[in-house]
């Protein structure tokens, strides 16, 4: 009788931002096989992570698996994977009739050895493995990987869906990726508190650029279909809160840009670039819709286009107007914040690179009108009026943030501790612009 001859595909060691297929397989098998084992002993188990199409399991006397744990919004979720460091004896399934058979590499070099992942100290040891099969039945093969992934992207963090929610990610250390960093409430422009000519132009501009007629213009004229708001002004003056409504409001999510000193030219280009490639492929299409954010760019390059001292940071000036004009595709719409703009090369503001410039400034009478109505619930004109001189009294002038917290405070008898005001005030040393409360703090 003829030998059957079989095919193997191996695996390398990949970590999840490159875009490579390593665990997803493992993971695919590991987590029937848990589900099955639970069935097995009659024990309770999740329907919803079984696939029918995966057989014949615990042929081996002893199967070793790695336990997961993803732990995100306070939500723990345990995953199972087949052990990539135990595959020594040959593990078998069957996947829509067809038998497989994983083990690890033969003749594997590197096993022992360590290397850097992601962020500057973690670590993993290399390995890999081969998935064989009857070489006639490479089709399967390709269906089961499909399988694998598609099984992988829905359940392996099993994340819920929650469409109200902002995700946030910022950049690797090094620069070259963003990772998840969690995710925060949405944030309602009914908390936004710009004098309101303000916020319907930035919001009718945002809603006609997304416009589909507006992008084929673009396309028309030869214009990259992009746009870049720079918001500037004082510390405490809402734009790190403006951009949270605004990603709210039209259902985006967050990238943020954090230099370090290890970010280079070439990494802040993978990072933009990975967010067309990387973050839509966990399976959620929403993922895609990024604001990408650069916070508190005086505090990064000045009006000579030299680094700040504090950072000593790899990237140059002309790197980050190279990425900024070459940002296009899925996630085309940035905000650069700063609380000094007259620092800012004029490279870096001038029209073509920077489209639309909002001024934050300490509030105004409608602002803290507007403010004082809302945290009292007040409906009197003359209250309102007679709080705002009041304000005026004090000879100070506060950023809707500072409001925020005296209101939140005193919202019972706002006008009667004004003298507090005053005090936090001077204790906040707003006249000394102390930094602005980022995105991700």
């Not at 297929?21 to 079984?50: D, R, T």
């Amino acid at each position: 009788m003829a030998t059957e001859q079989r095919t193997s595909i191996r695996f390398n060691y990949s970590n999840e931002h490159s875009g490579s297929l390593f665990k997803e397989p493992l993971f695919y098998v590991g987590s029937n096989l848990n589900q099955f084992i639970l069935q097995s002993y009659g024990k309770s188990h999740n329907e919803k992570l079984v696939d029918n199409k995966l057989t014949n399991f615990l042929q081996n006397t002893t199967t070793s698996m790695e336990m997961v744990s993803f732990d995100i919004d306070n939500d723990l979720t345990i995953n199972y994977l087949l052990d990539r460091f135990a595959l020594d004896e040959p593990y078998a399934f069957t996947y829509n009739g067809v038998e497989f058979t994983l083990i690890k590499a033969a003749n594997e070099k590197m096993n022992d050895k360590m290397i850097k992942i992601n962020h500057q100290y973690e670590y993993t040891h290399y390995t890999s493995y081969t998935i064989s099969f009857a070489a006639d039945k490479i089709d399967v093969f390709e269906a089961f990987i499909k399988s694998s992934a598609e099984y992988y992207k829905k359940h392996y963090y099993n994340i819920k869906t929650e469409k109200n929610k902002i995700k946030l990610f910022i950049s690797s250390s090094e620069g070259n990726y963003f990772e998840r960093l969690g995710s925060r409430n949405p944030r309602s422009m009914d908390s936004i508190y710009l004098p309101q000519k303000d916020k319907e132009a930035i919001i009718n501009d945002l809603t006609k650029f997304l416009d589909p007629k507006t992008e084929k213009w673009y396309n028309e004229m030869g214009i990259p279909y992009k746009r870049i708001y720079l918001l500037e002004g004082i510390p405490g003056g809402g734009k790190s809160s403006l951009i949270a409504a605004l990603a709210s409001l039209f259902g985006y999510n967050l990238a943020i840009v954090s230099f370090t000193p290890k970010m280079t030219d070439v990494a802040l280009l993978q990072a933009f670039r990975s967010l067309n490639d990387s973050h839509d492929k966990k399976g959620n299409e929403d993922e895609k819709k990024i604001f990408f954010v650069l916070e508190d760019m005086d505090c990064i390059f000045n009006k000579n286009r030299t680094s700040s001292e504090e950072l000593h940071c790899s990237l140059t000036f002309s790197g980050v107007l190279n990425a900024l004009d070459g940002i296009t595709s899925d996630n085309k719409i940035g905000f650069i914040s700063t609380n000094h703009i007259e620092q800012l090369n004029k490279a870096l503001i001038r029209p073509g690179r920077i489209d639309y410039i909002l001024k934050f400034d300490y509030a105004t009478k409608e602002q803290i009108i507007m403010m004082f109505n809302k945290f009292t619930t007040n409906q009197d004109k003359l209250v309102a009026n007679e709080f705002y001189s009041g304000v005026c009294a004090l000879n100070i002038k506060v950023s809707t943030s500072l409001l925020q917290q005296y209101l939140l405070n005193y919202c019972e008898k706002p006008i009667d501790h004004l003298d507090e005001l005053k005090k936090m005030y001077e204790s906040s040393n707003v006249q000394k612009e102390v930094d602005e409360i980022g995105l991700y703090n």
